[in-house]
């Protein structure tokens, strides 16, 4: 069975989207070159990374960062799993400023981890991203564009492009001077020709849409 690695050259992906796409690779070349992420190279725990991003939604960083603190008090780890969180009852985790949805939805995370329904990193390595989406969106709280961002951030895969993404398709529409942002279906009709770097043009579309709002950092994305 093949196993996929984890991230890609950066310098070549750069390379083969300029030459198939001059508007992008014009871009390219005024942004500069976008190295690889650490996080790459890092080994993680995906369900304390998806515990993570549940206890991110619809939060500032900072208030968000505050929750987490608390959580990982009343737990007595830094990690989220199984058996941390059963170590917590809903009043306490409403204690920290969790809401009752997120609640929920990390008691199902943590469930579905008990069942072995959430694939490790290692089962990871060696299943599609699609696979890898259709395994963890059931999880109360976990979309797509969650998934996705793990799959770009943490797992580094090259080929992933969140059509979904309000930044992505503002960037796109900066892209090719158009009127209105391309609807996700149009997106993926004109991000093929970015494969098998959709990922890396994903990257510099969220780079473009920063460039217009004249962004002094970057925006954040999920797990960061």
Not at 10 to 20: D, N, P
Not at 107 to 123: F, S
Not at 202 to 210: F, K, M, P, Q, T
Request: aromatic residues 6%; charged residues 30%.
């Amino acid at each position: 069975m093949p196993r996929y690695r984890r991230g890609y050259d950066t310098l070549e992906a750069e390379a083969w989207l300029a030459r198939r796409d001059r508007r992008l690779g014009t871009w390219i070349r005024r942004l500069g070159p976008i190295e690889a992420d650490p996080r790459w190279r890092r080994g993680f725990d995906p369900v304390d990374a998806l515990a993570r991003a549940i206890l991110y939604q619809q939060l500032s960083g900072k208030a968000a960062a505050t929750i987490v603190g608390r959580v990982e008090a009343a737990i007595g780890s830094t990690r989220f799993h199984c058996d941390t969180l059963g170590r917590v009852d809903d009043a306490a985790l409403r204690a920290c400023g969790v809401s009752g949805n997120k609640a929920l939805a990390l008691r199902d995370l943590a469930a579905r981890e008990a069942r072995g329904e959430i694939p490790d990193l290692r089962r990871m390595s060696v299943m599609d991203p699609d696979a890898i989406v259709a395994a963890l969106v059931p999880v109360r709280g976990i979309g797509r564009w969650t998934v996705e961002m793990m799959l770009m951030f943490r797992l580094g895969r090259p080929d992933v492009l969140p059509v979904d993404d309000l930044g992505i398709r503002k960037g796109a529409q900066l892209l090719d001077r158009a009127e209105a942002m391309p609807t996700p279906r149009e997106l993926a009709a004109r991000g093929e020709r970015w494969g098998p770097f959709r990922t890396h043009a994903a990257r510099y579309l969220w780079r473009i849409a920063d460039s217009a709002t004249a962004a002094t950092t970057p925006t954040k994305r999920s797990q960061d």
